[in-house]
């Protein structure tokens, strides 16, 4: 914290008005904080609200969330799928975990756990897909298990029921734990590319954008087509550049396949 220069009537009247001075800028001779800097300092504090202190899942998230920005070696590597050829009403969260699942099977590093502390790698054989969802008192994370041996009836049957659950807050603690790897599909809000946070154990998390109609190169032509954006966001400490960008084209190469 840097050198607070401040008369003690001035820092009282901070303490009363429950301004951090360390947040102030001074105005005074040499760097001093002034009456008037405290309390405009206290009039933004007003006019932004009270402060709520983070408390059940949102406490859970933030902590969760600095932990693994202070872990993860985070590199984020982006393309985008052409799906011009899928059918119309096509389950684009269906098709995401169905390619993920796939993609795996191209490049098995990025299904996988690391344990910084022992320096070890476990690569997972079943694909177990935590889900992102959204909710308005923060994130949770249910998992869809055994993505790659299950249709796609079945999978959307099992993710509904997860998101009514997490709605409810009533998904079983059981049913948060043991991804072998993330997919966050942000674009049904908004954006298109994203440098997203790799939880740990995990090794990786998929991002999709919002789908837009975007001049692709079509059969040697310019067109007009439908692009899904992609970002995967991966841990460098245990996934290469090269297993990441392998990744990446099986995953786009899946997607870009019709119905």
Do not use: C
Request: net charge positive.
């Amino acid at each position: 914290r840097r050198t607070i220069a401040v008369l003690p009537a001035v820092r009282a009247l901070a303490r009363k008005l429950d301004v951090d001075l360390n947040l102030v800028q001074a105005s005074g001779p040499g760097g001093t904080i002034t009456r008037a800097d405290v309390e405009r300092a206290a009039k933004s504090l007003v006019d932004a609200g009270p402060a709520e202190p983070l408390r059940g899942m949102r406490r859970a998230m933030a902590q969760r969330m600095a932990t693994a920005h202070a872990e993860v070696a985070r590199t984020t590597v982006t393309d985008e799928a052409d799906i011009e050829p899928w059918s119309k009403g096509d389950d684009i969260t269906i098709r995401l975990v169905r390619a993920i699942a796939g993609a795996t099977k191209a490049e098995p590093s990025l299904n996988a756990w690391y344990n910084a502390r022992a320096g070890e790698r476990r690569l997972v054989k079943r694909v177990d897909i935590g889900i992102a969802v959204d909710l308005e008192g923060g994130l949770l994370v249910p998992v869809l298990r055994n993505v790659g041996e299950r249709d796609a009836k079945d999978l959307r049957a099992g993710l509904d029921r997860m998101r009514a659950d997490a709605a409810a807050r009533s998904i079983p603690p059981e049913e948060l734990r043991g991804a072998t790897i993330t997919l966050s599909n942000f674009g049904m809000i908004g954006g298109r590319y994203a440098n997203l946070v790799v939880v740990p154990p995990q090794v990786a998390i998929v991002g999709a954008g919002r789908v837009a109609q975007r001049v692709l190169a079509y059969q040697g032509q310019p067109a007009v087509r439908r692009a899904l954006p992609l970002s995967l966001t991966f841990d460098h400490r245990a996934v290469t550049g090269g297993e990441a960008a392998r990744f990446l084209v099986a995953l786009k190469a899946d997607l870009e396949q019709a119905s």
